[in-house]
């Protein structure tokens, strides 16, 4: 879930260095020696590619442009740290095979989609798995495992009769 705003992110952060550098020196106002400099010196192919990204990112609309700036900002102000967190979780997703990174695409959207209650104790609930200790994490990956394997009606059996023996106590 994270991970998908985690790649977008990162997404940006590498196109906007390029796109901010896409655009000929020559061409843009107020530009000093160095920049010029700097532009002579990349390679006609990354130029071409610079360029597509430039006219890629003239294409976008106004608001989603300045709502990646934001982001570039945001994430430039983060410790080092976390930027390489970023980064490194952005190489991840893009590793991925594609069956993979759809699924995460589409868990992201399910989340987005989800109300801020049951989000907040989604992320409640992935706070105290993380405490775990490996072995507490075993043990319920296996009881997860066992709930799913039963039908519906085994499911509402088990609660009623935690539900029940909660109450006698």
């Keep these: 879930m994270k991970i998908f705003r985690l790649v977008i992110f ?7 260095p390029s796109v901010v ?7 843009s106002a107020g530009n000093t020696f160095n920049e010029q400099e700097q532009w002579n010196k990349i390679s006609p192919e990354k130029k071409q590619e610079l360029r597509k990204m430039y006219e890629k990112w003239q294409s976008l609309p106004e608001e989603r442009r300045e709502l990646i700036i934001h982001n570039y900002t945001v994430f430039k102000s983060l410790p080092a740290e976390e930027q390489k967190k970023i980064i490194e979780n952005f190489r991840t997703f893009r590793s991925l095979p594609e069956e993979q990174k759809e699924l995460i695409i589409d868990s ?17 609930n992935y706070t105290i798995y993380q405490s775990l ?3 507490e994490k075993e ?6 495992l066992i709930w799913k394997s039963m039908s519906p009606e085994q ?5 009623k009769t935690l539900r029940e ?5």
């Excluded at 550098?21 to 061409?27: L, Y």
């Excluded at 992201?108 to 409640?124: F, H, V």
């Excluded at 043990?139 to 997860?144: D, E, Q, S, T």
């Excluded at 499911?155 to 609660?159: A, E, G, H």
Aim: zero cysteines; glycine letters at 2%.
């Design 155 to 159: 499911r509402q059996k088990l609660i």
């Design 165 to 169: 023996s909660g109450q006698n106590k």
């Design 133 to 135: 200790s490996p072995r």
């Design 10 to 16: 990162i997404y940006v952060l590498l196109i906007i």
């Design 21 to 27: 550098t896409a655009q000929p020196i020559s061409e």
């Design 108 to 124: 992201y959207k399910r989340w987005l989609t989800l109300p801020p209650a049951k989000r907040k104790m989604i992320l409640r």
């Design 139 to 144: 043990i319920l990956r296996k009881k997860y």
